[in-house]
């Protein structure tokens, strides 16, 4: 049944209720107009289907005259198509209020005033509506909300790592993954699951100038996350006070912060959620000797929550080097250099016990006296379930050993040999000249373990119940 307006009827659009209460001025053939006093805009509608809602209030409201007096309903008189409302005001005094007189600013923001006064939706909008929330909720509740949107085919150990990292609230971790193993897209999994679960919303990727370009790539191209990129052509050329606020997600290249005194402080003023930075072996540490760019993160890991190192050689310049990187994670725990040397020593028979359990299922003699060594009595009773069989006492073995064992949950660390699937490398040798200046530097160069005079492999000791070897 087609609606019947009149002129001085009071109407309120479903499509912009904050115009407030509408008039009905005039309606000439298809065409209805409708005037928003309360805005002072006049609207025009197709009379056959205009998105507007008769206001009618019912017996027990409470309406309010254009001059601020209210009233309680208590009958409603329809004359001539128009609303007379007779009831009482404040003082208990019978008055009578014409529509026409309502107040113009009348809106309806909550469900329960729209549902009352009768302004309600079609069903099917209602139905759409709905059912998106119905997807949306199942979408938060997924386990892979935030991982399996990127344009990457993850495999299971970045899934894994991604995951057990991202869920956690302001993580701090080292993803050393050997070269070819994807710890970028691991890096880009966590961020992405980390924003859209609200546990980041500020993200600042501190990165070598050459990979500045690489990493805005793979960000938006894989990840469509917009992040800026900053130099210092663009800090000088912003107009905000902070350019470092303007920006959700900064990628900034850490030779330029380091010899920029005043984007440092702008850096540290914006505040931020998570910091990532790549290649971390490059930041150099000596107990004796710091390197500015090592000074800088240290600064920075004391005030942001959340930080991320990127490294596939986190002991190639042996274990100071390794202890420098985990100090920036948890300085508490990693405060001194002698003590961790010393307990690394200890490092390698309980990993390797664990490595036993997890490929066994049980544990030799052996790995059950190295153990209750390290447990001592507080474990005896997880031993025991795990060698009568009990699966679940194995996995509560395992995490004990794993918050007590070096590293910890702090160090992710995948090699190739253990994760399948990966092409043989072939080597393809082509001779090439040897000019004269080189041969002469390698005659007259000392003979070195390798190129940067350090052991060719990583001590074996340091490897926690993450790595796997």
């Known amino acids: 049944m087609a609606q019947q307006y009149q002129p001085g009827q009071r109407w309120i659009s479903d499509s912009e209720a904050e115009l407030g209460l509408g008039t009905v001025l005039a309606q000439d053939g298809r065409l209805l107009t ?12 197709a009379l056959r289907n205009a998105p507007l809602t008769r206001v009618r209030f019912s017996p027990g409201d409470t309406i309010t005259h254009f001059e601020g007096w209210k009233m309680t309903v208590r009958e409603v008189d329809d004359v001539d198509g128009l609303l007379v409302y007779h009831g009482l005001n404040g003082q208990n005094e019978s008055v009578t209020l014409p529509e026409t007189q309502l107040s113009n600013f009348i809106q309806f923001r909550l469900a329960s005033d729209r549902l009352f006064a009768g302004q309600i939706d079609p069903l099917a909008w209602f139905s759409l509506r709905y059912h998106t929330l119905e997807h949306t909720s199942r979408q938060l509740q997924s386990s892979l909300w935030g991982l399996g ?21 302001a993580p701090r971790v080292l993803l050393a993954d050997e070269v070819g193993l994807g710890k970028t897209i691991e890096a880009g999994l966590v961020i992405h699951r980390q924003l859209l679960s609200g546990r980041a919303s500020r993200v600042l990727i501190l990165v070598p100038e050459n990979l500045q370009h690489q990493w805005l790539v793979e960000m938006r191209r894989r990840f469509n996350l917009q992040v800026a990129l900053f130099d210092e052509e663009r800090f000088i050329e912003s107009d ?14 850490l030779e330029w912060l380091v010899d920029d005194d005043k984007a440092q402080d702008a850096l540290f003023a914006a505040g931020w959620d998570l910091m990532v930075v790549d290649e971390a072996h490059h930041l150099v540490w000596h107990e004796d000797q710091i390197s500015p760019e090592y000074a800088l993160v240290e600064q920075l890991a004391e005030v942001i ?5 990127l490294t596939a050689t986190p002991e190639q310049l042996g274990q100071d080097s390794h202890f420098a990187r985990l100090r920036l994670l948890d300085p508490n725990r990693f405060h001194d250099l002698a003590a961790f040397r010393a307990e690394s020593e200890n490092y390698r028979p309980v990993a390797e016990a664990v490595q036993e359990l997890l490929d066994d299922g049980r544990l030799s003699p052996q790995a059950h006296q190295t153990i209750h060594g390290f447990l001592g009595n507080e474990g005896e009773a997880l031993l025991a379930a795990v060698n009568e069989g009990d699966s679940d006492a194995k996995a509560r073995l395992v995490r004990e050993l794993l918050d007590r064992h070096g590293t910890g949950r702090v160090l992710f660390r995948n090699t190739r040999a253990a994760v399948q699937g990966f092409p043989e490398r072939k080597l393809h040798p082509y001779p090439l000249p040897c000019p004269d200046e080189s041969r002469r530097k390698t005659a007259a160069r000392p003979p070195s373990p390798n190129c ?15 790595e796997r070897r």
């Open 305 to 309: 929550p959340g930080v991320l190192l």
């Open 240 to 253: 905000a006070a902070n350019p470092f606020e303007d920006t959700q997600l900064a990628l900034v290249a």
């Open 34 to 45: 409708v005037l928003y006093p309360a805005t002072g805009d006049t609207r025009q509608y």
């Open 452 to 466: 940067c005079g350090t052991p060719a492999r990583p001590d074996s000791s340091l490897r926690s119940p993450h």
């Open 149 to 169: 949107g990127a344009r990457a085919q993850p495999i299971a150990h970045q899934l894994h790592i991604a995951r057990e990292v991202a869920d956690r609230i």
